[in-house]
């Protein structure tokens, strides 16, 4: 059995926070037809400029709540929220350019809704999958990468027994469990931290595991971590 936990450390920092989580199992990730997921992609655009409202990108509130998160635990220079990231892009007319089916997907929630969206292949996990504060040690190739860059002890990240699976909680992702066309098993995370969006999470999780369903079929299940429930099964 393959969990998914969330560790006291984290808690204790954010006692607030809630993450909806999407367990994708048999899926075709497969890309059929790509103009689909562009014209997903052009309408999620669209939608996203309501979290554009101030023209200085760090005055918007979506953005705000994880600029001032990532002050309370040790982050990487310059390192910014993975929706701050996709929303700079659209700020700037820059299209979010399509990967494959489960990455347009979740990039689509995230800038309906406005939070930070990510997922993993589950089959290349080794042991748990644990957001936690960093020992330091934990070995990381970044997206695109060649070297080690592991996390700076303290920081808050997503791991297995192997090493680190996404830094600074949810700003790069690792290259050893990125979800691909191959990919038939994944696990999404969508995550809050601010309490007055909470039934902004749910509907966004819902919307992510219903446009799996819908386009890329298997069994998906959904799932809220929060301090009550700091821990789910993944796989039996």
């Known amino acids: 059995m393959t969990r998914f936990v969330v560790e006291d450390d984290v808690w204790a920092i954010f006692p607030h926070a809630k993450i909806g989580v999407v ?3 048999g899926i075709d990730n497969g890309i059929k037809n790509a103009s689909v997921y562009e014209q997903m992609l052009r309408e999620a655009e669209k939608e996203a400029r309501k979290f554009l409202e101030f023209e200085e990108l ?3 509130p979506v953005i705000v709540v994880w600029r001032e998160a990532f ?3 040790k982050t990487k220079k310059g390192a910014r929220c993975s929706v701050e990231a996709l929303l700079k892009r659209v700020k700037n007319g820059q299209h979010i350019r399509t990967i494959n089916p489960l990455v347009d997907i979740y990039n689509s929630v995230s800038l309906r809704y406005g939070l930070p969206c990510g997922g993993e292949d589950i089959d290349t996990f080794v042991g748990d ?3 936690a504060l ?3 040690h934990e070995p990381f190739i970044p997206l695109g990468g060649e070297e080690n860059d592991p996390p700076y002890e303290g920081e808050i990240v997503y ?3 192997v090493g680190a699976i996404c830094r ?3 700003w790069r992702e690792a290259q050893r469990t990125m979800l691909t066309e191959q990919t038939k098993h994944a696990f999404l995370c969508i995550e809050s931290i601010d309490e007055t969006r909470n039934e902004v999470l749910y509907q966004a999780l819902e919307e992510l595991a219903s446009s799996i369903r819908r386009h890329l079929g298997g069994t998906v299940k959904t799932h809220i971590v929060d301090i009550h429930h700091p821990e789910i099964s ?3």
Do not use: E, Y
Request: with cysteine; proline share 0%; charged share 40%.
């Open 58 to 60: 760090s005055r918007n």
């Open 234 to 236: 993944i796989t039996d």
């Open 23 to 25: 367990v994708a199992q």
């Open 129 to 131: 999958i644990r957001l």
């Open 168 to 170: 600074c909680w949810n």
């Open 134 to 136: 960093a020992d330091g």
């Open 71 to 73: 002050r309370r635990f």
């Open 159 to 161: 791991k297995d027994d």
